[in-house]
């Protein structure tokens, strides 16, 4: 099991994510509806014990920060980058034991997605809007009935991560398989469990009587 900071802090970059989601779709910001998206996945993933999910989340958390600082999205951006951030810098101690130039790596690669990404954006988003008018923003809130369907989806799925968890938590007795052992007798096979072995000294004696 993740250790239990890490595991807060990957609900914690769910629910940051989710939140973004719901007003960039409500407003129509699509870049930050797929950054958003990236984040959750990301989260997602690494609460899955996937690696490689820590690393999309930081991916998509260096892009909000950088959006800000570029004047392209409110100062609350930050926020959603630090929280999405934290997985990966809890984490990092134990990446960086395993192989420390690769932990370099996908910190700098994730920065260098989030500025590029960020700016390449700025650049080509009016030409966007004007080719494709119904991707502009807007101001009111729109496509209520997708954001019940996403709420909805998003209760019943933190109802069973709440009810996995707290499974996890009482530590269920594990599912063991019971071994088969055979004897040959003569040209014939006979398998035995471990249970008949057990009950073997009783089946004697009651024959025996």
Known sequence: ??????????????LVGFATLLRSVAFD??????????????AMAALRRRTWGVGVALAA??????????????AWFCIVGLLGALPFVLASRAL???????????AALAAAFGAIGAVAWKQIAFSVFERFPALTPTVEVNHVLPLAALVG???????????????????????????????????????????D????????RSRRA
């Open 197 to 204: 072995m057990d009950l073997e000294p009783e089946l004697r």
């Open 153 to 195: 989806a998003a209760a019943f799925a933190g109802r069973r991560s709440l009810r996995a968890a707290a499974a996890a938590e009482a530590g269920e007795p594990a599912r063991v398989r019971v071994a088969e052992r055979v004897r040959v007798h003569g040209d014939g096979t006979m398998a035995r469990s471990e249970v």
């Open 96 to 106: 960086v034991r395993f192989d420390g130039r690769a932990t370099a790596l996908l």
């Open 61 to 74: 958390a260096c892009w909000f920060p950088v959006a800000f600082a570029i004047g392209i999205a409110p």
């Open 29 to 42: 910001r699509w870049i930050t509806v797929l950054m958003s998206m990236l984040l959750i996945a990301g």
């Open 1 to 14: 099991m993740l250790p239990r900071p890490l595991r807060f802090s990957l609900v914690a970059t769910q």
